[in-house]
């Protein structure tokens, strides 16, 4: 009888030891990466702003008065989670002036593909994603006027990218609008109660280029151009041999140019690899998104708050886990192809190559300690 009661108590302390080994080690990890809880304090911030923007959007007396051909609660809660990740300021009061500009800067993107794309859309299949090309280059040009510049060219490029995503017209211009206030407030409120609990940390992507050489142009307005003619590339591949979704083969060239060939080299690396890695991972996890949509939104959430601790100085787990965070996202949403899912793995490979030659061919861009 003892010998039974041993055993079932060798047992239950062998499951349990099983489910405290691996909380232990991502505790760990995580007082490595964030030892002061500051970023995961930011991506509760984030979520809390998606959260709080898409509520608000999907309230009957807002949604029925403002006509869209896509979910007002998405869009909002879209241009305030990219506007809080592009934040970072110290203050409240300077925060608060950014997030606000930023969720303009993300409905200006949006007003200028639904502008734009309009009579591009007469001439072909991929000719609406010339627009993007202009948030691309802006992406990179934007990032000489400082932290906020660089949030401004990407909310622009998210922008479009949402715009082009959710083929938006003329028809939707209020909805957007309305989106961007909804927004600016839902992303505003959260770091106001955050306070002084964050500290700002500067992110790569949005990191300004290499000093200018003496007599030469702004570097940023090379990386522009890196970026522009990378994504200008893949729309006449999309054009070509038609891409399963080439927006985010352009979303991958835009990004992963950096101030020097060889911070592109290693962007391109950590963005590729954590990408192979997030894709399987939410390929994984369909079973449950089809029957548990719930707790696939939490999982969701989980790896945006690990997508803003690791952002600032590890790339490849950010990318691993934004990849993640949009397969089992669209699966929840009802998107189950798999080939589409899995092919936000292989166009992410070649809008990193295409970034990558960009930087290594057109106007080559040295770090500060190269040699001329």
């Known amino acids: 009888m003892n010998d039974n009661r041993q055993g079932s108590a060798d047992l239950r302390w062998k499951f349990l030891r099983g489910i405290l080994l691996p909380v232990a080690a991502v505790g760990r990890w995580l007082d490595r990466v964030d030892p002061g809880t500051h970023r995961r304090i930011k991506g509760l911030r984030l979520v809390t702003a998606y959260g709080i923007a898409a509520a608000l959007g999907t309230l009957q007396d807002i949604a029925h008065s403002v006509p869209s051909s896509i979910s007002l609660g998405y869009l909002a809660g879209s241009f305030a989670l990219w506007a809080?990740?592009?934040?970072?300021?110290?203050?409240?009061?300077?925060?608060?002036?950014?997030l606000m500009l930023l969720s303009l800067a993300a409905a200006l993107g949006a007003v200028l593909f639904v502008v734009l794309s309009r009579p591009l859309q007469l001439v072909g299949r991929a000719e609406p994603e010339l627009v993007l090309v202009t948030g691309a280059f802006l992406v990179g040009y934007l990032k000489r006027f400082g932290i906020l510049g660089a949030g401004i060219g990407s909310q622009i490029f998210i922008g479009e990218l949402l715009a082009y995503g959710a083929r938006l017209t003329t028809d939707d211009l209020w909805a957007i609008g309305v989106a961007a206030l909804i927004a600016a407030l839902a992303s505003v409120v959260p770091r106001v109660l955050s306070g002084p609990a964050e500290r700002p940390v500067a992110v790569a992507a949005l990191a300004a280029g290499p000093a200018p050489a003496p007599g030469r142009r702004s570097p940023e307005l090379f990386m522009g151009l890196q970026a522009a003619i990378g994504a200008l590339i893949i729309v006449a591949l999309n054009g070509l041999i038609g891409l399963e979704e080439s927006a985010w083969a352009i979303t991958a060239c835009t990004y992963v140019v950096a101030g020097s060939a060889t911070g592109t080299i290693q962007r391109v690396r950590r963005r590729i690899l954590?990408?192979?890695?997030?894709?399987?991972?939410?390929?994984?996890?369909?079973p449950i998104a089809e029957h548990a949509p719930l707790l696939i939104w939490a999982a969701a959430a989980l790896a945006m708050v690990v997508y803003a601790m690791a952002l600032p100085e590890r790339y490849d787990i950010a990318c691993a886990a934004f990849a993640f965070t949009l397969i089992v996202t669209l699966a929840a949403s009802?998107?189950?192809?798999v080939a589409l899912l899995a092919a936000r793995a292989w166009e992410t490979l070649l809008g990193g190559s295409v970034g990558l030659v960009a930087a290594m061919i057109i106007f080559p861009l040295q770090s500060s300690g190269s040699k001329k």
């Open 84 to 98: 809080s990740v592009s934040e970072g300021k110290a203050t409240r009061v300077e925060s608060s002036r950014d």
């Open 274 to 286: 954590g990408t192979l890695i997030g894709v399987p991972l939410g390929l994984a996890c369909l």
């Open 334 to 337: 009802g998107v189950h192809s």
